[in-house]
Structure formats: C-alpha cells, structure tokens
C-alpha cells in the first residue's frame, strides 16, 4: 500500500507526500507533515460546518487510485477558543476512518492548531 491523504477544508484543498513505510508495517504509517488552511471563524454562524475532511488514497501507478477511507474533525471548539486567545491546539487524537460503506477500517491520528491572524 502506498498511502497519501488529501484534506479539504471548504473549497481549499492539500495533499500529503505518500507515506514511507517497509513492506508488513503498513500499520505504522507516518506522515507528519504540516498543512495550512486560511479559515474565516464567524462566532456566530450557526450553519458553518467548521470542518477537516481528510480522504486516504492508495497510490497507483497505473490505475486510478483507490479511496482507502475517510475522517472528519470537527474544529469549531479550536476555531472558537483560537479566536479568544490568538491560538489554540488540538494535541493529537485518534479518528476513526471510514470506508464508503460506511465501515470502520482504522484510525489516523492528527494534531489541529489555529493561530488568529488580524489583518
């Protein structure tokens, strides 16, 4: 397997490097990349999702890359508290990835730090 991820915050769009592994350790996947969104935080839409979709692919060569699953992390409460004290983190936590068919197959773990930006 030769993962990648690729994170969707609203209509901004990144994506990682396949991770490395040796062959039988697929399980200990790493890629410790860091990403940046640009994020517009409004306390007081109720209808904004405030969401990280990030989509796990397995790369191929030839074919078409397959999803492997997908997470999602809500990050309202970071969103909220960053805009208080100018930065807020979310220490790294397990997610559940979820195949299309709504299965479980895994976790990723992922770290979320807002840092306030006034312009």
Known sequence: ??????????????????????????????????????IEYDPDAEDQPYKLVLQIFDKHKISEDNLVGESTIYIKDVLSLGAEKGKEELRAQKYRVVLPDNTYSGEISVAVTFTLNVM
Not at 7 to 16: A, F, L, P
Not at 19 to 36: C, I, Q, R, S, V
């Open 1 to 38: 397997m030769c993962p990648y991820v690729v994170i969707h915050y609203g209509d901004q769009e990144s994506t990682s490097r396949v991770a490395d592994h040796k062959k039988g350790e697929e399980k200990k996947l790493e890629w410790n990349e860091t990403f940046t969104f640009d």
